[in-house]
């Protein structure tokens, strides 16, 4: 365990390395990042102005969720979808080799490549909203309410992992799928509405086959007050599977996986 | 006289180039379907998300100048804009030059490169324009109770914009991509291109939810003039005037970013040096 943890560290430096040799690049990242937040605020200010809140969120939480969404997408887009946008080039020019020959789990290999190091905009344009929401609810979050929320909010990133990972490691079946790392991706921009506004077989579809509602739907409610037990536990079987079944595909995948001469 | 029926065949010849470029694109596309099918996925799960969350809207009154079906429209229509005027070789293009690639493909072919380029995307929009038309067609059958026609002429005019359209994205894409001669790594160009298209082109919002401050810089930039005029002209919120304005700005930003394709493809080629091909 301790050889993975070193090893993370190792690769989040020479992504640090990688990102100060293009410095420029760094800090127009940072710009474009920061650039996404603000048209979520212009949208999501227009929306709740004009519609008052959304599903069962109020104006206040519609914000609260908003910046959940802005922190959660630092892992899902400086980290899975820095290191997994790689994978359809690995295997299609043979590079997978210089993975699966390494002395470490080739999961791990694929899936801690590379990191993003730009994403500071996130952070402060979702800790704005979370104020900004709270600001408007009138009140802060409950203490345990708060706490059960950052388990939560590491479950969901292990969620968002699996399924993440789940939807690229098909690339061992399909030759030039180059851009299947935008499936998950824009699912993820979806999760920032609740289920509610969705008519029920896809509130279905979205809770159980793909359920990117529950990322963020079951953390906002707990943060709310309003958890559902059945709903918690769900959340955590639903990772759970996830993150074995996209275990399962790779693995299948490896068996049939041939290189394209490196 | 004598020469007219050469200058034919020469002719005849030159276009049987281009349509070939076509014909092996169309035949890698067919080939390599996949990415099609994921680009079909991704764009149907962003657009089904914004209808209902425009429906969960009360009825009655404007939001931001719309009304709810007009917003439904919006994203509906913008759906089959995305994969019409989608051109956009800007990714393999930048790979091309930086694997050196681009040597044997564009650079030794007697034949214009933009056009040649235009042919490559061609052969996939051959493929990619029908299917997104039926994922447009089938958004179309589900929230056809809140779809809105005004005519045929705008109908018209909008895709007569939108086929310019095609060449401004085509030619701004293309520009970026030659940024690869000069420059190694140029991932954030493109998401500044996509930053600004989504938020000054109406993709993610219609540009009348901005501020006025930020409507003038958007008439102003190329982004509007890819997405949003069609929609604008779709949706009969422009005056024959302002139609006529937004054509002749479509114009004038293909005939900039074609001038500055052919000085960044001559000086970037002057300074180009690969390996290995």
């Given at each position: 365990?301790?050889?993975?943890?070193?090893?993370?560290?190792?690769?989040?430096?020479?992504?640090?390395?990688?990102?100060?040799?293009?410095?420029?690049?760094?800090?127009?990242?940072?710009?474009?990042?920061?650039?996404?937040?603000?048209?979520?605020?212009?949208?999501?200010?227009?929306?709740?102005?004009?519609?008052?809140?959304?599903?069962?969120?109020?104006?206040?939480?519609?914000?609260?969720?908003?910046?959940?969404?802005?922190?959660?997408?630092?892992?899902?887009?400086?980290?899975?979808?820095?290191?997994?946008?790689?994978?359809?080039?690995?295997?299609?020019?043979?590079?997978?080799?210089?993975?699966?020959?390494?002395?470490?789990?080739?999961?791990?290999?694929?899936?801690?490549?590379?990191?993003?190091?730009?994403?500071?905009?996130?952070?402060?344009?979702?800790?704005?909203?979370?104020?900004?929401?709270?600001?408007?609810?009138?009140?802060?979050?409950?203490?345990?309410?708060?706490?059960?929320?950052?388990?939560?909010?590491v479950v969901a990133v292990f969620l968002a992992y699996g399924m993440f990972f789940a939807s690229v490691a098909p690339v061992l079946f399909?030759?030039?799928?180059?851009?299947?790392?935008?499936?998950?991706?824009?699912?993820?921009?979806?999760?920032?509405?609740?289920?509610?506004?969705?008519?029920?077989?896809?509130?279905?579809?979205?809770?159980?086959?793909?359920?990117?509602?529950?990322?963020?739907?079951?953390?906002?409610?707990?943060?709310?007050?309003?958890?559902?037990?059945?709903?918690?536990?769900?959340?955590?079987?639903?990772?759970?599977?996830?993150?074995?079944?996209?275990?399962?595909?790779?693995?299948?995948?490896?068996?049939?996986?041939?290189?394209?001469?490196? | 006289?004598?020469?007219?029926?050469?200058?034919?065949?020469?002719?005849?010849?030159?276009?049987?180039?281009?349509?070939?470029?076509?014909?092996?694109?169309?035949?890698?596309?067919?080939?390599?379907?996949?990415?099609?099918?994921?680009?079909?996925?991704?764009?149907?799960?962003?657009?089904?998300?914004?209808?209902?969350?425009?429906?969960?809207?009360?009825?009655?009154?404007?939001?931001?100048?719309?009304?709810?079906?007009?917003?439904?429209?919006?994203?509906?229509?913008?759906?089959?804009?995305?994969?019409?005027?989608?051109?956009?070789?800007?990714?393999?293009?930048?790979?091309?030059?930086?694997?050196?690639?681009?040597?044997?493909?564009?650079?030794?072919?007697?034949?214009?490169?933009?056009?040649?380029?235009?042919?490559?995307?061609?052969?996939?929009?051959?493929?990619?324009?029908?299917?997104?038309?039926?994922?447009?067609?089938?958004?179309?059958?589900?929230?056809?109770?809140?779809?809105?026609?005004?005519?045929?002429?705008?109908?018209?005019?909008?895709?007569?914009?939108?086929?310019?359209?095609?060449?401004?994205?085509?030619?701004?894409?293309?520009?970026?991509?030659?940024?690869?001669?000069?420059?190694?790594?140029?991932?954030?160009?493109?998401?500044?291109?996509?930053?600004?298209?989504?938020?000054?082109?109406g993709q993610g919002i219609p540009v009348a939810f901005l501020s006025p401050q930020l409507i003038r810089v958007a008439y102003i930039l190329?982004?509007?003039?890819?997405?949003?005029?069609?929609?604008?002209?779709?949706?009969?919120?422009?005056?024959?005037?302002?139609?006529?304005?937004?054509?002749?700005?479509?114009?004038?930003?293909?005939?900039?970013?074609?001038?500055?394709?052919?000085?960044?493809?001559?000086?970037?080629?002057?300074?180009?040096?690969?390996?290995?091909?």
């Amino acid at each position: 365990m301790s050889k993975y943890l070193k090893m993370v560290w190792v690769f989040l430096k020479l992504s640090w390395l990688a990102a100060m040799e293009y410095r420029a690049d760094f800090f127009i990242g940072i710009v474009i990042d920061t650039g996404w937040g603000v048209m979520d605020l212009i949208f999501f200010s227009t929306l709740v102005s004009s519609l008052g809140g959304l599903g069962g969120w109020n104006r206040g939480e519609v914000f609260v969720v908003v910046g959940l969404f802005r922190l959660l997408a630092v892992p899902v887009w400086a980290w899975m979808y820095a290191s997994f946008s790689f994978l359809p080039r690995l295997v299609s020019q043979g590079e997978l080799d210089m993975v699966l020959t390494k002395p470490v789990d080739s999961q791990f290999g694929v899936s801690f490549r590379r990191f993003s190091i730009n994403m500071i905009g996130s952070i402060m344009t979702g800790s704005f909203f979370i104020a900004a929401g709270y600001r408007i609810i009138g009140q802060p979050p409950h203490l345990a309410n708060a706490l059960y929320l950052i388990w939560l909010l590491v479950v969901a990133v292990f969620l968002a992992y699996g399924m993440f990972f789940a939807s690229v490691a098909p690339v061992l079946f399909f030759d030039r799928l180059n851009n299947v790392a935008s499936l998950f991706t824009r699912s993820y921009d979806a999760s920032k509405y609740p289920k509610e506004i969705y008519i029920p077989i896809l509130q279905r579809i979205l809770t159980t086959i793909w359920p990117v509602a529950l990322i963020l739907g079951v953390p906002a409610e707990t943060l709310f007050g309003r958890p559902s037990w059945g709903a918690l536990l769900w959340f955590h079987l639903v990772t759970l599977v996830f993150l074995i079944g996209g275990r399962v595909i790779w693995q299948a995948g490896l068996r049939r996986y041939a290189s394209a001469s490196s | 006289m004598a020469s007219w029926p050469a200058a034919v065949c020469l002719r005849q010849l030159m276009m049987a180039k281009y349509f070939g470029h076509v014909r092996i694109s169309l035949q890698n596309t067919l080939a390599y379907r996949g990415p099609i099918v994921v680009w079909l996925i991704s764009n149907l799960l962003t657009v089904v998300a914004m209808i209902f969350v425009w429906r969960s809207a009360s009825a009655g009154g404007l939001i931001g100048g719309f009304t709810k079906p007009e917003l439904i429209s919006y994203y509906v229509i913008g759906l089959f804009f995305q994969w019409f005027t989608g051109w956009t070789p800007f990714y393999w293009l930048k790979d091309e030059i930086k694997s050196g690639e681009i040597v044997g493909t564009l650079l030794v072919k007697p034949i214009s490169p933009y056009w040649q380029i235009f042919c490559r995307e061609l052969g996939w929009h051959l493929v990619a324009t029908p299917v997104g038309s039926l994922a447009t067609l089938g958004v179309f059958v589900f929230a056809r109770h809140s779809f809105v026609v005004y005519g045929l002429w705008p109908v018209v005019l909008a895709l007569a914009s939108s086929v310019l359209a095609i060449f401004l994205i085509f030619s701004f894409s293309l520009c970026l991509g030659l940024l690869a001669f000069w420059f190694t790594h140029i991932g954030t160009v493109d998401a500044a291109f996509w930053g600004g298209k989504i938020f000054f082109g109406g993709q993610g919002i219609p540009v009348a939810f901005l501020s006025p401050q930020l409507i003038r810089v958007a008439y102003i930039l190329p982004f509007r003039y890819l997405f949003s005029l069609p929609l604008e002209i779709y949706f009969a919120k422009l005056s024959p005037a302002q139609i006529g304005q937004g054509i002749v700005m479509q114009c004038l930003w293909i005939v900039f970013f074609v001038t500055l394709f052919k000085f960044m493809w001559h000086r970037g080629t002057r300074a180009y040096t690969a390996f290995g091909n």
